[in-house]
T-cell receptor, first 113, second 112 residues
Framework: QQQVKQSPQSLIVQKGGISIINCAYENTAFDYFPWYQQFPGKGPALLIAIRPDVSEKKEGRFTISFNKSAKQFSLHIMDSQPGDSATYFCAARGASGTYKYIFGTGTRLKVLA | NAGVTQTPKFRVLKTGQSMTLLCAQDMNHEYMYWYRQDPGMGLRLIHYSVGEGTTAKGEVPDGYNVSRLKKQNFLLGLESAAPSQTSVYFC???????????FGPGTRLLVL
């Protein structure tokens, strides 16, 4: 049972454009929402994350927008660069104290030079 | 400081064979996790551990067993491999309650 739905599955953006990836969750008990970036042949690495009491978080060119009432959150990559080409996963952490994560299915981003 | 390491990097098994994947971390993390990654499925939690000597089931535990005899190591075992277990396996670790999971480089397993 997939509790975190991620879209789109793939995304092609021109260099300098904005990349937007969306996630929706069902469980209101989630307490932490990270985004992970994964390059081919590597393990995922934490990119940026947000807590549900904040509506937006920005780190450099990366921004998370969070809509608690709609149970949705999104990753925006401003001024997208070819080096951003990777697979991006959203995730949600359970708040029950076990710190288990549910991951989205991933978005493969390709930024054209 | 090597972070999270996984052994082996790649393995081919025949149906019914057994094997153990080793995950080691040198960051003194309490929590360790095993995930599998399949195309279109994202990362799915197999088993996890919240401390030495403890293990718990994740989303997809069937066909796998784990052990955490030492704090720095987390072993994933396949007793009788099946083609459905062909996947890339990732280990991760974190401090208790921490918000960052540190992932290893992955083990690619092919079951024929």
């Amino acid at each position: 049972q997939q509790q975190v739905k991620q879209s789109p599955q793939s995304l092609i953006v021109q260099k300098g454009g904005i990349s937007i990836i969306n996630c929706a969750y069902e469980n209101t008990a989630f307490d932490y929402f990270p985004w992970y970036q994964q390059f081919p042949g590597k393990g995922p690495a934490l990119l940026i994350a947000i807590r549900p009491d904040v509506s937006e978080k920005k780190e450099g060119r990366f921004t998370i927008s969070f809509n608690k009432s709609a149970k949705q959150f999104s990753l925006h990559i401003m001024d997208s660069q070819p080096g951003d080409s990777a697979t991006y996963f959203c995730a949600a952490r359970g708040a029950s104290g076990t710190y288990k994560y549910i991951f989205g299915t991933g978005t493969r981003l390709k930024v054209l030079a | 400081n090597a972070g999270v390491t996984q052994t082996p990097k790649f393995r081919v098994l025949k149906t019914g064979q057994s094997m153990t994947l080793l995950c080691a971390q040198d960051m003194n993390h309490e929590y360790m996790y095993w995930y599998r990654q399949d195309p279109g499925m994202g990362l799915r939690l197999i088993h996890y551990s919240v401390g030495e000597g403890t293990t718990a089931k994740g989303e997809v535990p069937d066909g796998y067993n784990v052990s955490r005899l030492k704090k720095q190591n987390f072993l994933l075992g396949l007793e009788s491999a099946a083609p459905s277990q062909t996947s890339v396996y990732f280990c991760a670790s974190s401090y208790e309650g921490a918000e960052t999971q540190y992932f290893g480089p992955g083990t690619r397993l092919l079951v024929l």
